[in-house]
């Protein structure tokens, strides 16, 4: 394989980064706030554009070194204080037995789970063969950067890979999976249920092979109300955390719009919440910072402004935390037209804000 990824081993100045990431995780006093951004191994990175143009997406993610080269691209480019590794949410979907393809318009199910022969059809696939090329990945990372530069791993949680499994496709509302969740509960649960544990073995796999912590992408659940949120992907995001049994290594839980869920977040068993740009965090830290660390939030758009509202909006967010249990992120993955120079100045204007 022709890229191979660049041997990467920690400079003496980096040598703090995930000592930073973790005290962070776990509410400790830190000197600055780890920063890193969803989605920054991507389009944005004319580097990632050039490789894409001789392979497609799913056989980037579906080789190792591939990924691990796409994954480094960030942190060469920018600096982050995370390498999150390369691969999509779908993944585990496809191991399971629902056959995924990747075209323009996103991710799509060819065949998607409607009935409950298709639902006990999924399998609990075995990590360490069927999805093999993630740990690999991981691995390769672990081996380029050495100790002190974290590495990230990631799955979907079950309400959003059960999304995608029912309807197909991303569509507004997903009427197909509400319309599962409301007429066969029985069903739904059952889903649900098998995605938390086949989850749970998948990240297990990444823990040992080197991921410093993990995170959740629940991206659909402010599709939810509080009420359904309550009696079906919170039982089933336990049961996954719980199954996952991560130890010392943190569990991060991203959602979207999720303002009127807080109460349930909080009871997940996730070490750290990520919140988009809705979220008041001076309120989420008032009101649950004894419980868990907060990623997030700043408006992805905003990195299309000057340096000077970067930094303004990097100041704001960091203010409303006081820096304390705070890992700073975008509060959504950067679009794909962000300018590099953009994402520069808000790794910087973030890693340059020091902590009393």
Not at 126 to 149: H, N, S, W, Y
Not at 260 to 286: F, I, N
Request: glycine share 6%; hydrophobic share 45%; with cysteine.
């Amino acid at each position: 394989m022709e890229a191979k990824p660049t041997q990467v081993i920690s400079a003496p100045e980096n040598a703090s980064r995930t000592a930073l990431f973790l005290a962070a995780c776990r509410r400790e006093p830190v000197p600055r706030l780890p920063v890193w951004m969803m989605r920054q191994a991507g389009r944005y990175l004319p580097e990632y554009r050039a490789l894409r143009e001789k392979y497609s997406f799913l056989e980037v993610a579906k080789t190792p070194e591939l990924a691990a080269e796409v994954s480094l691209q960030p942190y060469r480019r920018l600096g982050v204080d995370a390498v999150i590794m390369f691969s999509d949410i779908l993944i585990p979907a496809e191991a399971m037995g629902a056959p995924i393809e990747l075209g323009d318009a996103g991710p799509v199910i060819t065949s998607p789970v409607r009935s409950a022969v298709q639902v006990r059809a999924l399998a609990e696939f075995d990590p360490e063969r069927e999805t093999r090329f993630v740990g690999d990945a991981i691995r390769l990372l672990c081996q380029a950067l050495g100790p002190d530069v974290p590495v990230l791993g990631f799955a979907a949680a079950p309400w959003t890979l059960a999304c995608y499994l029912i309807q197909g496709a991303s569509r507004d509302g997903f009427p197909a999976a509400k319309a599962m969740l409301w007429n066969e509960p029985r069903l739904f649960r059952e889903l649900l249920d098998k995605i938390a544990r086949a989850t749970a073995a998948y990240l297990k796999a990444q823990i040992s092979a080197g991921a410093a912590a993990v995170q959740l992408f629940d991206t659909w659940a402010g599709e939810l109300d509080a009420t359904a949120y309550r009696d079906f992907e919170l039982p089933a995001t336990q049961l996954l955390i719980e199954e996952l049994t991560p130890g010392d290594t943190p569990v991060i839980l991203f959602s979207k719009a999720s303002n009127h869920l807080l109460s349930s977040l909080v009871r997940t068993g996730a070490t750290v919440l990520s919140v988009d740009w809705r979220m008041d965090l001076a309120q989420l830290r008032e009101n649950f910072g004894d419980r868990v660390a907060i990623q997030g939030n700043i408006d992805p758009s905003v990195l299309f402004a000057s340096p000077t509202a970067i930094a303004g909006a990097v100041d704001h967010a960091v203010s409303q935390t006081k820096g304390r249990g705070h890992i700073l992120n975008l509060g959504h993955g950067i679009l794909p037209d962000t300018p590099v120079e953009n994402a520069l100045a808000f790794i910087r204007a973030g890693q340059s804000v020091l902590l009393a």
